[in-house]
């Protein structure tokens, strides 16, 4: 069973337009992160949690928000998508029982398209 | 800033051979963990390793961590078509919601039958 499932699994927005990408956890993590992956690159760490702890990539564009209502489910907001923007976007998660990190299970990343 | 450098960045070899992938920083970390990742999928894990000198194996993969805790190798015997697959060498550190999880650029393996 997928324990952490992102949806879409691709996505057509136009130029401009706000888009929503989610991810959900089935294995009560503390950290989540999003990341971008554009074609033949490795993926590039956008943001990520700790709980309720968000930190922000120095790099990562304003365009780029998150949230995260509760420990299960996170949401990248992409405000006003450029065609610079279309990649796969990956979520994924890690446990930290008494402050180590386990490894990253990642989702099966959301395809996004710029028209 | 942390890097991961990765090397070699691409690799086709035949099946039954053996090769070795490196991944080198110059900055500590607390793990390192490698993933192998299938086009239009998420990257999976293979494995983390958290102390230094520490070799993992798993099947025909070998993975050691540098004693430094700086750099790291996967290792694998005797090559099949199905290990094609671009590997991901990633850099963990702990401390609580400070801690992050960087990649390297990876290594596109092909393996040919």
């Known amino acids: 069973d997928a324990m952490v499932i992102q949806n879409p699994r691709y996505q057509v927005t136009q130029f401009g337009k706000p888009v929503t990408l989610s991810c959900s956890q089935t294995l009560n993590h503390n950290v989540m992160y999003w990341y971008q992956q554009k074609s033949s690159q490795a993926p590039k760490l956008l943001f990520h949690y700790y709980d309720k702890d968000f930190n922000n990539e120095a790099d990562t564009p304003d365009n780029f928000q998150s949230r995260r209502p509760n420990t299960s489910f996170c949401f990248l907001d992409i405000r006003s998508p450029g065609l610079g923007d279309a990649a796969m976007y990956l979520c994924?998660?890690?446990?930290?029982?008494?402050?180590?990190?386990?490894?990253?299970?990642f989702g099966q990343g959301t395809r996004l398209t710029v028209v | 800033t942390q890097l991961l450098e990765q090397s070699p960045q691409f690799l086709s070899i035949q099946e039954g051979e053996n090769l070795t992938v490196y991944c080198n920083s110059s900055s500590v970390f607390s793990s390192l963990q490698w993933y192998r990742q299938e086009p239009g999928e998420g990257p999976v894990l293979l494995v983390t390793v958290v102390t230094g000198g520490e070799v993992k194996k798993l099947k025909r993969l070998t993975f050691q961590f540098g004693d430094a805790r700086k750099d790291s190798s996967l290792h694998i015997t005797a090559a099949q078509p199905g290990d094609t697959g671009l590997y991901l060498c990633a850099g963990g550190n702990h401390g609580g919601s400070q801690g992050n999880l960087i990649f390297g650029k990876g290594t596109k393996l092909s393996v040919k039958p």
């Open positions: 994924a998660t890690q446990g930290d029982p008494q402050g180590v990190r386990t490894g990253a299970f």
